[in-house]
DNA sequence: CGGCTATTTAGAATTATTCTAAGTATTGAC
DNA sequence: GTCAATACTTAGAATAATTCTAAATAGCCG
């Protein structure tokens, strides 16, 4: 079996899955290797037609528990940047998030190192910060020209 | 009639409907008021039941209806913070938003005057950006110990 | 192996939102 | 002021996104 095979149980999925409280099963892996393989900010539907391939019994139930398991055990972030269907996202390093309005396309942008400083009130104490901007991206802002 | 009477059709609300091209109308103005009575992100169902007293064949489309116009001219921000119903907000002041995953409530954040500056890739334009803080607020904090 | 519990599955149920069609109100032209 | 055009409201249907349910399956620990 190659170093690489993305079928083999990934020792960190299984073991973030564990001390989390959660089976490794094989639909989880697949979910998994999904937000991998292209990390354009699926939905819930879109990681479901994905997984199909080369897992075609996987049911949209199982996917939201995959997706589920996987947030839980900080392994992908859900991103509700809009109405309508929440997205998911494996950079678990600190970023934001881009949301072009034309062609609904999401984009990761690095966060300038000192930015997230909020002045909470007191005996509020901040677990997660998502920062979504709106606007129109590079492709669309020359295509409208 | 006095100075404060919430039923008049405020000056600013009419005009900055008209500007965004939408008419004035009662329901219209019920809804703003609403969102200003209590200011706490409540969402459209909220609204809805509160819209009713007062006005009570109000309806839930209409509602949504106006809500929309509102956000479109300005007058109110729509909050996505989680899976679920959209939250709205009348404050449109630059500001972020504390979710208290606890009790669920919605506070108003203010930002520091630096803080929001996104290292955006070129050609990328930016028109909004919502900043979304999750934990636990002081009320749930102390309870909790 | 055998029992325990987590997980998966299909499909039903629920929730949030949008759409539709008919009626009502408002506006602007005359 | 009347008329036509258009925007708005309404109830209810339709759709979309997510969660729930119950039964079958699979992994884990003794």
Do not use: W
């Not at 939201?64 to 678990?92: H, I, W």
């Amino acid at each position: 079996m190659s170093a690489g095979d993305s079928h083999t149980a990934s020792p960190d999925l299984n073991e973030r899955l564990e001390v989390s409280g959660f089976r490794f099963t094989p639909q989880r892996q697949r979910v998994y290797d999904v937000l991998h393989e292209k990390r354009d900010h699926p939905t819930a539907e879109e990681v479901f037609i994905r997984a199909k391939h080369g897992m075609p019994d996987i049911s949209m139930a199982t996917v939201y528990n995959c997706l589920d398991a996987l947030v839980k055990s900080g392994l992908a972030r859900q991103v509700t940047l809009e109405r309508g269907a929440t997205r998911f996202c494996p950079n678990m390093a600190e970023h934001a998030h881009f949301h072009c309005d034309t062609c609904g396309r999401v984009f990761d942008v690095a966060l300038a190192p000192d930015s997230t400083l909020l002045p909470l009130p007191k005996g509020f104490k901040i677990n997660r910060c998502d920062i979504a901007a709106h606007g129109i991206c590079a492709d669309c802002a020359r295509k409208a020209k």
